[in-house]
């Protein structure tokens, strides 16, 4: 889990997002407040629920990038889903419960990285026995090693060799390993055996027909019944390391304790973001339609969100303790149109502002990863240098306000498609200005937007 306190949290934060510090703020002190629950005794640690949050803003103001980018910093399971895209049970689409099953995987991936970090040398000595088995199989005449445990090295430590073969086949080993180890024999072709990871097409046919929904892994029992398959194929030394090395850092892994940890952590630690949320507000309406499937997935996700067990392939999972950070638009229904159960369940409420030109100048500038970032890079990789003065960032800026204003408010959204007429001909036309310098001044702006500008049917489409 982060460790990261709040201030740092939103430092973090602030590298990607511009503004929105009071978001930045909550969020920050309900990831700190996960850490602090950990501190706790046991007994205590039971009763602190954790304080959901709904994020309210108008599209584009930075609600989703807040939840990727909280997604690198949280060290703890973390995913991300579309309320949209759950149907109540019964309905065709995914069940709500699966969002927990999503979280469970991501961390059972996070803990077997973590885990198997320790194993990579281990793996790798396995691996290195396995082609210089390969490479120089033990001659017969040896047969009573086989008889030791079952580390063809061993021999090496074992009563010195007796007969000038031995001594001789020692050498050729030992040569052998070290030109394996530097790399020398990279190139060279060997027949590995390899567990056959291929499905057998009749399995895929099964696990399309929505049995993932109930958390059970059809091609997973099978495998478990059937004794490992394994396949002849040929590969180059080098290759033949990467997958042996898989192999068997994957044999080597306690899955038990990696699934034991791994519903721990979710339980303890897990977040979940909602987004969309919106889409699924608003009460069933007497007529019937879409409508009454939207509360009804309300009502399958509040016990989520209350605090129940859901059933996993791994095993069953409490969500008591899984922190709920939901976002939405709530441009055609208001928070109150949630059901008041799901509403109660989400006692921290944070409005995102709508942003500005002068936000719209940060943005374009600030952002580690800032629009004009990505197209100087870009264009860099054909050799084209990109100038945008201060004052053609700060005529964006104004016109990206003024198109929101006059046609709709998508926010910073609306950044990408100004960008991008902008610097249309230049993309089309990179390899004319190779080695070259493209300069962007406010005057250059008006000459390539101004025209769309003007005409309100124009600037709805293109920008
Ligand atoms: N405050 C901000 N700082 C930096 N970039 C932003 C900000 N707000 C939005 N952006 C940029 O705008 C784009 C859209 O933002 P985002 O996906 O967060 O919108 P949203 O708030 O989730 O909107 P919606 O309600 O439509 O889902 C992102 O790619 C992001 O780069
Ligand atoms: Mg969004």
């Given amino acids: 889990m982060s460790t990261l306190t709040p201030r740092e949290i939103v430092a973090e934060l602030d590298r990607y997002i511009i503004g929105q510090d009071n978001a930045k703020r909550k969020v920050a002190i309900a990831m700190r407040n996960r850490w602090r629950r950990q501190q706790l005794p046991e007994s205590l640690r039971d009763e602190v629920a954790p304080k959901n949050i709904i994020m309210i803003g108008p599209t584009g103001v930075g609600k989703t990038e807040i939840a990727r980018r909280l997604s690198r910093i949280a060290e703890a399971p973390f995913i991300k889903v579309e309320a949209s895209k759950f149907t109540e049970v019964g309905y065709v689409g995914r069940d709500c419960e699966s969002m927990v099953r999503e979280l469970l995987e991501v961390a059972v991936g996070m803990i077997r ?18 082609i210089m088995e390969i490479l120089l199989p033990p001659p017969p005449r040896t047969a009573q090693r086989a008889f030791r445990p079952s580390d063809p090295d061993s021999g090496d430590e074992a009563p010195a060799p007796t007969t000038p073969a031995e001594t001789a086949e020692a050498r050729t080993r030992d040569i052998l390993r070290k030109k394996l180890r530097e790399g020398q024999l990279d190139g060279r072709e060997i027949e590995i055996e390899m567990r056959d990871a291929a499905t057998p097409t009749m399995m895929q046919v099964f696990s399309n027909t929505g049995l993932e929904e109930m958390g059970v892994n059809i091609q997973e029992m099978f495998s478990r019944l059937a004794p490992p398959r394994t396949k002849r194929r040929a590969a180059t030394v080098g290759e033949a390391r990467r997958i042996l090395e898989q192999e068997e850092l994957q044999n080597l892994t306690d899955m038990d304790r990696v699934v ?13 973001f909602l987004d969309e949320i919106d889409k699924i507000a608003g009460r069933g309406t007497p007529g019937g339609g879409p409508d009454v499937s939207r509360e009804g997935v309300q009502r399958d996700i509040l016990p989520i969100v209350e605090g129940s067990t859901v059933i996993t392939k791994y095993g069953p999972v409490h969500t008591d303790h899984v922190l709920f950070i939901a976002a939405g638009a709530f441009h055609m229904t208001k928070v109150s149109d949630l059901i008041p159960e799901l509403q109660g369940r989400f006692p921290i409420r944070v409005e995102l502002a709508s942003l500005e030109a002068k ?24 050799g084209v240098t990109l100038e945008i003065s201060d004052d053609a960032v700060e005529r964006l800026a104004q016109i990206c306000q003024q198109v929101n204003e006059q046609t709709e ?14 610097l249309e001909d230049v993309s089309f036309d990179a390899v004319q200005y190779r080695d070259g310098v493209v300069r962007i001044d406010a005057a250059e702006v008006d000459r390539r937007l101004s025209g769309i500008l003007e005409s309100r049917d124009l600037s709805r489409y293109i920008l």
Avoid: C, V, W
């Avoid at 719209?360 to 054909?382: C, D, G, H, V």
């Avoid at 926010?411 to 902008?422: F, Q, V, Y």
């Fill in 359 to 382: 936000d719209f100048a940060r943005i374009l500038r600030e952002p580690q990863n800032s629009l004009i970032k990505q197209y100087q890079a870009m264009l860099a990789t054909e």
């Fill in 409 to 422: 408010n998508i926010g910073a959204r609306r950044l990408h498609t100004i960008m991008e007429t902008l």
């Fill in 113 to 130: 990285t973590e885990l198997q970090e320790g194993l990579t040398e281990a793996a790798r000595e396995a691996a290195e026995r396995r």
């Fill in 260 to 272: 034991r940890l791994a519903i721990e952590r979710t339980e303890n630690s897990g977040i979940i």
